[in-house]
């Protein structure tokens, strides 16, 4: 078998093309499944058991995903959360950083990316994908827009080679703006939408309890969690009690320590 290392991606420029994170210390404890990415999570891990059953038969499987959703809903997130607990690589590509409309050297960044990874497993996280996905016709005028058309020929073309038993998981916020066919190259199409009331509950409970569970009241949480926000705002409302809570210690343990040696 090929045993490449996919964290010595060979670039001078992975920043822009690839790159791999180590999620072993993903925070399982405090991560929130909604229904629907609980559904997914489960429907993913049982493409992992179909493609080995089917490639004894010597048929490929594709198990890939494409995320839709307004931003903030914890599209990336999951991919992470599902490479930690398949305990397989994590590689991820930035669409936006991979444009190179002025030199045309897109594509072929995308073979190399895509050749890599080949006869490996990992989760490859497809970001942004509608900055080079388009409908036809969507890029703009002249040299761009055949660039853009170019390069999601590119793209379909390596998602087709892909036969290794990867999890590809691609998202994008503009689904009403992708190429059809390139679409078409994903199994499942599921939309990420904000939590409802009880999934924003249970997702303050789980990060309360797995950090500081005095950090706010039922009555708070309740509160919080009836009004209409993405996980990454409940997150990042929850990091900001934590941080005010820490900040106040501080202060507390500085006066203590300043009164006491005065």
Request: charged letters at 25%; hydrophobic letters at 35%; aromatic letters at 10%.
């Amino acid at each position: 078998g090929d045993h490449r290392d996919l964290h010595s991606f060979p670039t001078r420029r992975s920043s822009d093309l690839l790159r791999m994170e180590d999620v072993s210390g993903f925070h399982a404890e405090r991560y929130y499944l909604g229904k629907t990415q609980w559904n997914l999570f489960e429907k993913i891990k049982r493409g992992v058991a179909v493609t080995l059953k089917l490639r004894e038969y010597g048929i490929p499987y594709k198990n890939s995903t494409l995320i839709y959703g307004v931003p903030g809903t914890g599209k990336t997130e999951f991919a992470r959360y599902v490479a930690y607990s398949l305990g397989i690589p994590y590689a991820y590509i930035n669409f936006s950083f991979l444009i190179d409309s002025f030199m045309g050297n897109t594509s072929k960044n995308i073979q190399r990316v895509f050749d890599f990874c080949k006869g490996q497993k990992c989760v490859l996280m497809l970001d942004e994908i509608d900055c080079i996905g388009l409908k036809r016709g969507i890029g703009g005028n002249g040299g761009s827009d055949g660039e853009i058309s170019r390069t999601t020929i590119s793209l379909m073309q390596a998602l087709d080679d892909l036969t290794d038993g990867q999890i590809v998981i691609a998202a994008t916020n503009r689904y009403d703006l992708l190429d059809p066919a390139l679409s078409r190259r994903f199994q499942n199409h599921v939309e990420f939408r904000p939590f409802n009331f009880e999934e924003n509950r249970e997702m303050m409970e789980k990060f309360l309890a797995a950090v500081d569970e005095s950090l706010l009241s039922a009555m708070e949480i309740v509160t919080y969690a009836r009004e209409n926000h993405t996980q990454a705002e409940v997150t990042g409302h929850l990091i900001e009690v934590l941080t005010r809570k820490v900040r106040s210690e501080e202060r507390r343990v500085g006066k203590e320590c300043r009164s006491r040696w005065s």
